[in-house]
T-cell receptor
Framework: AQSVTQLDSQVPVFEEAPVELRCNYS??????LFWYVQYPNQGLQLLLK??????LVKGINGFEAEFNKSQTSFHLRKPSVHISDTAEYFC?????????????FGGGTRVLVKP | KAGVTQTPRYLIKTRGQQVTLSCSPI?????VSWYQQTPGQGLQFLFE???????NKGNFPGRFSGRQFSNSRSEMNVSTLELGDSALYLC??????????????FGEGSWLTVV
């Protein structure tokens, strides 16, 4: 079984400041890792994913994340946020061995960008 | 191309009733999965269907069921509704794949309120 912990439930940040959202996971098997964003009253949109290869993954809207196997972490960063980045962000993992598409999500981090 | 389409977007039901939610996946996608999102429990995996067969199942009671049709469209049903079933139900689709890691695309969800 896998579990995902997002250490911050809310992160207030000023516009044009950097932001880091923390995500740690636990799993008995190797995993794939994802970050999704949810804007108000909408579904989830994939920001980026790590399957293998380079541990630094670049996604859409200027976001990037770094996979750290020894620390079982997959933190999301953006060097300069915009008001439009106000949303809830979810880290998720899936079993890389089992068949099928099943995501285990963290509890989410709500980002509020202030002018 | 069209994204994942869910209907209805909003509905209100009474305790004890049943509800059926519908999901049309992205054209060509054969995997459809369902998630429940609540403020208290977050995002939880319900089940996944692939080629009309349930491939993965989450930890929900038997009141929650689903099915997939030959055109990959899916429905989920909740019988004997309880107040705690009030939630956003998200449908997601992805390409077939022997292993997870495929990008999973989400619909905008169906908001269910049980009164």
């Amino acid at each position: 079984a896998q579990s995902v912990t997002q250490l911050d439930s809310q992160v207030p940040v000023f516009e044009e400041a950097p932001v880091e959202l923390r995500c740690n996971y636990s799993s008995s098997v190797s995993v794939y890792l994802f970050w999704y964003v949810q804007y108000p009253n909408q579904g989830l949109q994939l920001l980026l994913k790590y399957l293998s290869g380079s541990t630094l993954v670049k996604g859409i809207n200027g976001f990037e994340a770094e996979f750290n196997k020894s620390q079982t972490s997959f933190h999301l960063r953006k060097p300069s946020v915009h008001i439009s980045d106000t949303a809830e962000y979810f880290c998720a993992v899936s079993d890389s061995i089992a068949a099928g598409n099943k995501l285990t999500f963290g509890g989410g981090t709500r980002v509020l960008v202030k002018p | 191309k069209a994204g994942v389409t869910q209907t209805p977007r909003y509905l209100i039901k009474t305790r004890g009733q049943q509800v059926t939610l519908s999901c049309s996946p992205i054209s060509g996608h054969r995997s459809v999965s369902w998630y429940q999102q609540t403020p208290g429990q977050g995002l939880q995996f319900l089940f996944e269907y692939f080629s009309e067969t349930q491939r993965n199942k989450g930890n929900f009671p038997g009141r929650f069921s689903g099915r997939q049709f030959s055109n990959s469209r899916s429905e989920m049903n909740v019988s004997t509704l309880e107040l705690g079933d009030s939630a956003l139900y998200l449908c997601a689709s992805s390409l077939e794949g022997q292993h997870s890691g495929n990008t999973i695309y989400f619909g905008e969800g169906s908001w269910l309120t049980v009164v």
